[in-house]
């Protein structure tokens, strides 16, 4: 079966600063693994994607995460944090197209003035 | 294009009674699948459907069902309601055929409240 750990339930970041926002997984076979934000009171909107390729994967609003399969890990980051980012933050991974994706338990980023 | 549609935005049951939350996918997604959002469980997988077939089904007991139209719109009941379930339920729709991956394209939730 395949899970997400998110093991920070917050994360606090200066405005300016660089952001990292970890999440690791566990999963059969070969990973799909997504970042989503949820702003209050909204559904989770789409950030990035890892299906395949380089390791490296740029999303949304200067957001970029990368993928590294010795550590299972894929650390949402990104090099200037605004304000306008403090919001719940969730790791996602699916093993297949067949698959459901399963959800980490969500990181809550606040970006401080 | 319109996005994920949930309506209602907000209901509130008393313990015992059934509730239908209702989902229209943005235009030629097939499928759709359901979460349940609770502060202390994350988000946990409730069930999807392609092309009106349950496709995968999470860890929830029969008093959750679904089901999907044949324009894809999706519906999803809670019988019995105890008050564990209140919670923000979410509805996605995805234009992955089968074994395809993609994103998932969310609605803005349905928040029940049980009392």
């Known amino acids: 079966a395949q899970s997400v750990a998110q093991p920070e339930d917050q994360v606090n970041v200066a405005e300016g600063n660089p952001l990292t926002v970890k999440c690791t997984y566990s999963?059969?076979?070969?990973?799909?693994l997504f970042w989503y934000v949820q702003y209050p009171n909204r559904g989770l909107q789409f950030l990035l994607k890892?299906?395949?390729?380089?390791?490296l994967v740029k999303g949304s609003y200067g957001f970029e995460a990368e993928f590294n399969k010795s550590q299972t890990s894929f650390h949402l980051k990104k090099p200037s944090a605004l304000v306008s980012d403090s919001a719940l933050y969730f790791c996602?991974?699916?093993?297949?197209?067949?698959?459901?994706?399963?959800f980490g338990k969500g990181t809550r980023l606040s970006v401080i003035a | 294009k319109a996005g994920v549609t949930q309506t209602p935005r907000y209901l509130i049951k008393t313990r015992g009674q059934q509730v239908t939350l209702s989902c229209s996918p943005i235009s030629g997604h097939r499928s759709v699948s359901w979460y349940q959002q609770t502060p202390g469980q994350g988000l946990q997988f409730l069930f999807e459907y392609f092309s009106e077939t349950q496709r995968n089904k999470g860890n929830f007991p029969g008093r959750f069902s679904g089901r999907q139209f044949s324009n894809s719109r999706s519906e999803m009941n809670v019988s019995t309601l105890e008050l564990g379930d209140s919670a923000l339920y979410l509805c996605?729709?995805?234009?992955?055929?089968?074994?395809?991956?993609?994103?998932?394209?969310f609605g803005e939730g349905s928040r029940l409240t049980v009392l």
């Open positions: 996602a991974v699916s093993n297949s197209g067949n698959t459901p994706l399963v």
């Open positions: 999963v059969s076979g070969n990973p799909y």
């Open positions: 996605a729709s995805s234009p992955r055929g089968a074994g395809d991956v993609g994103e998932l394209f």
């Open positions: 890892y299906i395949t390729g380089d390791n």
